[in-house]
């Protein structure tokens, strides 16, 4: 089910237009008659502060039919185009940084009602690489991102900082024999971090997708999502689900921790960074984190 701000956005769109119809069917004719009989009486024109005193509209009906063609606009837009989010953590760094104002696609995987979100027109599925929003699996009023790594039927396996993919056979009969690391070059180091670890950057390969990644190089993990009858580390992807990380690797909450997105889960896909934002972190002592200090504008354009 989707969200308090589209269910009431989609409630007030239909109530305002619901009003603007029936004042437009039923009390709009009544109108016009009383001012063609009142025109009728005096044979002449009247002017349009006289019409309002001799058949005044409704301030709800004169509200609801000067806001419907907006919020209709915009809950078609939202609903079925695209929508805005913003981006909270640093889970898709560097790819994404806190701050972020995206464009989601919202009908890249489907064209869903604003409500309930059953499919309506079915499209693509997700690809591998992709930059998935979705609802988050234990608790639906949340948003989560992150990048698309297992396709349904897929066996994944996370090691030494490595993702290695043995492809569904029924998707790909010719390469589902053996496991394929996701091509993977160490750029630089990003940083160091409070705990004294080494942050890599580096650029990976997945799908058709290059794109860089943060990894701590100098601490491995056993992550707590394991499969029944499965192995630590080892995950194979359900039908109609998919496995997802953050371009973080070392700090996101993603699938490697609570399991799987199913398809009915997805919103759309992330398509362009429209704003950039550096908020306050403490340096102006008197002004809120919240209030933007810089626009990164380099940063403003499509995401990979």
């Not at 990644?213 to 689900?241: A, C, M, R, S, T």
Request: with cysteine; hydrophobic share 45%; glycine share 6%.
């Amino acid at each position: 089910m989707a969200g308090y701000f589209a269910i009431f956005l989609v409630v007030l769109t239909v109530v305002t237009g619901l009003i603007w119809l029936i004042d437009a069917r039923v009390y709009a004719p009544a109108r016009r008659e009383r001012i063609a009989l009142a025109e009728a009486n005096t044979n002449a024109a009247i002017d349009v502060e006289d019409l309002e005193k001799i058949a005044p509209q409704p301030a709800i009906a004169e509200t609801a039919q000067s806001i419907f063609p907006i919020l209709f606009f915009i809950t078609v837009f939202r609903s079925f185009l695209f929508e805005p989010f913003q981006i909270p953590s640093g889970s898709m760094m560097p790819t994404m940084l806190v701050g972020d104002f995206i464009l989601v696609q919202k009908y890249t995987y489907g064209v869903h009602d604003p409500i309930w979100r059953s499919e309506l027109v079915e499209m693509e599925a997700p690809k591998r690489g992709d930059i998935a929003v979705f609802k988050y699996p234990l608790d639906e009023r949340l948003d989560y991102i992150k990048r698309v790594v297992g396709l349904p039927g897929d066996h994944v396996v996370y090691r030494n900082k490595t993702i290695y993919i043995k492809p569904s056979c029924e998707r790909q009969p010719d390469d589902c024999k053996k496991f394929q690391a996701v091509a993977q070059t160490m750029d630089s180091v990003y940083e160091t971090n409070m705990y004294g670890h080494t942050i890599a950057k580096s650029s990976e390969q997945l799908g058709e997708v290059k794109h860089n990644i943060l990894v701590n190089i100098d601490q491995e993990y056993q992550f707590p999502f394991v499969q029944q009858g499965g192995k630590v580390n080892e995950w194979i992807v359900p039908e109609n689900q998919y496995f997802v990380m953050g371009d973080n690797r070392d700090n996101s909450q993603d699938s490697r921790f609570w399991g799987f997105v199913r398809e009915d889960q997805l919103v759309g896909k992330a398509v362009f960074i429209w704003m950039s934002f550096v908020f306050n972190d403490g340096e102006i002592s008197w002004l809120p984190d919240w209030i933007p200090v810089d626009i990164r504008f380099d940063r403003l354009g499509s995401v990979d």
